[in-house]
């Protein structure tokens, strides 16, 4: 084991270079707009290729809108709208079917290669998309209606209404856009990379923040939770997932996906932060550190505390060196649990990993035993290191009465392996007592 990283208790806060900063980072015009059309003039052929799609339709609408309108430029709908894809080869060409009221600015904006107002009425809007549609030949036309991801923003009365104007042939076309959703959005280009390792670098830093100011006997799980709001709010950037859960911080024994509790933080505890952030409306993050509170007497873990430890990075090593381009997220995945057996750690229900950058849980393949999906560049992780064990007066199964150690990292699959988005946590946090 390193050397760890000693706080003490009466350290109000361990303010880092890229914390400092962060207010100017994330800060003035996002770069989405700019890296969107990137994105669709890059990635999405590639993808409608893979997926065997000629045409991929969004309908879109105020107050509910589907979840990937940010993606195609739709996410200022006010009246229902539509956006068509079509793919010409090596090229797609973006036309956004509008009401009025937002055609003006949408042709100012320019994200799409066409803006077309529908005439207002009953279906209208429904019979210009059928009548593009028709027009294109398009063979396969993807529609987002999945039940496996965010691919399934079609509501039932839009997909009534749209296949009552296709009719009969046309509506035989329609298709899931899942597979062609999976492969888009599961790749990141090097611009977006670039920007989840900065945000990733001050998750972790906030999170060494939030441990400096723990005091054990007096400190309660919810007020590290409540020091990480309010980081958020200075910083001007916003929570990766559920505000309600964001972050989770938990020094008992596993509460899984939880909000932060009342709990008293005591000598002899080991503490979780689950912690994510949301840079410029778009990328997220998700990153857990663990920190352990020192005994009065202790100058650093008793040795079954090192022991767990050691086994936990040991196994997230072993996840991180099996992720390259090729292998499966079953082989990234096997490649920990047989570390962890082999450690004598209790089971957990969580997969190694998941895919990670638009939402914390993020599409694409997931790194855990029934993925049989390959790895491939671009792609990025957030993932864990595994030790679990049960506590005493617990019945041996996660969640009654066990603590896992479940340090949280991510990573982006490069050409020949992986490279990390932050640097990992090597260390056990250690806090004094008083």
Not at 378 to 400: E, K, Y
Not at 402 to 415: G, L, P, R, Y
Request: net charge neutral.
């Amino acid at each position: 084991m390193t050397r760890p990283l000693l706080l003490g208790a009466t350290l109000v806060a361990l303010v880092s270079p890229s914390s400092a900063l962060a207010a100017q980072e994330f800060a003035g015009p996002s770069p989405w707009p700019a890296i969107r059309q990137e994105r669709i003039n890059r990635l999405l052929p590639t993808a409608m290729a893979r997926a065997d799609i000629d045409a991929w339709v969004i309908l879109l609408r105020e107050n509910a809108n589907d979840p990937l309108a940010l993606h195609v430029g739709g996410e200022n709908a006010g009246a229902p709208a539509a956006v068509i894809l079509t793919r010409n080869g090596e090229r797609v060409r973006s036309v956004m079917i509008s009401g009025f009221g937002e055609a003006i600015a949408l042709r100012e904006l320019g994200w799409h290669d066409s803006v077309v107002v529908y005439e207002r009425g009953p279906g209208a809007l429904e019979q210009a998309v059928a009548a593009r549609l028709r027009a294109s030949g398009a063979r396969r036309i993807a529609i987002n209606s999945s039940g496996a991801n965010v691919a399934d923003g079609l509501s039932h009365t839009q997909r009534v209404q749209l296949e009552r104007a296709l009719g009969p042939e046309l509506t035989s076309r329609l298709v899931t856009s899942e597979p062609l959703v999976e492969a888009w959005l599961a790749i990141k280009l090097p611009a977006e990379i670039d920007i989840m390792r900065r945000a990733a670098r001050l998750t972790a830093a906030l999170e060494e923040e939030a441990y400096a100011t723990v005091r054990p006997g007096v400190t309660r799980d919810a007020d590290l939770a409540r020091f990480l709001k309010r980081r958020i709010r200075e910083l001007g950037v916003e929570d990766g997932w559920n505000p309600s859960q964001n972050p989770s911080v938990n020094s008992g024994p596993d509460r899984g996906h939880s909000h932060a509790s009342d709990r008293v933080i005591q000598p002899g505890d080991i503490i979780q932060i689950d912690f994510g952030i949301k840079v410029w409306g778009v990328w997220v993050t998700d990153i857990q550190r663990f920190a352990y509170v020192l005994r009065p007497g202790e100058t650093g873990p008793p040795p079954e505390v090192v022991r767990q430890w050691d086994a936990a990075l040991k196994g997230g090593g072993a996840a991180f060196a099996a992720m390259r381009p090729g292998v499966t997220g079953a082989a990234v995945d096997s490649a920990q649990r047989l570390v962890m057996n082999a450690a004598r750690s209790a089971s957990v229900p969580w997969g190694t990993g998941h895919g990670v950058g638009y939402w914390a849980h993020d599409v694409g393949p997931g790194l855990s035993r029934r993925e049989t999906r390959r790895l491939e560049p671009g792609q990025t992780f957030a993932f864990d290191s595994f030790f679990a064990w049960t506590l005493p007066g617990g019945d041996g199964t996660w969640g009654n009465g066990s603590k896992t150690i479940s340090v949280e990292e991510m990573a982006v699959v490069t050409a020949s392996g992986a490279e990390y988005l932050s640097e990992p946590q090597r260390r056990l946090i250690l806090i004094r007592s008083q």
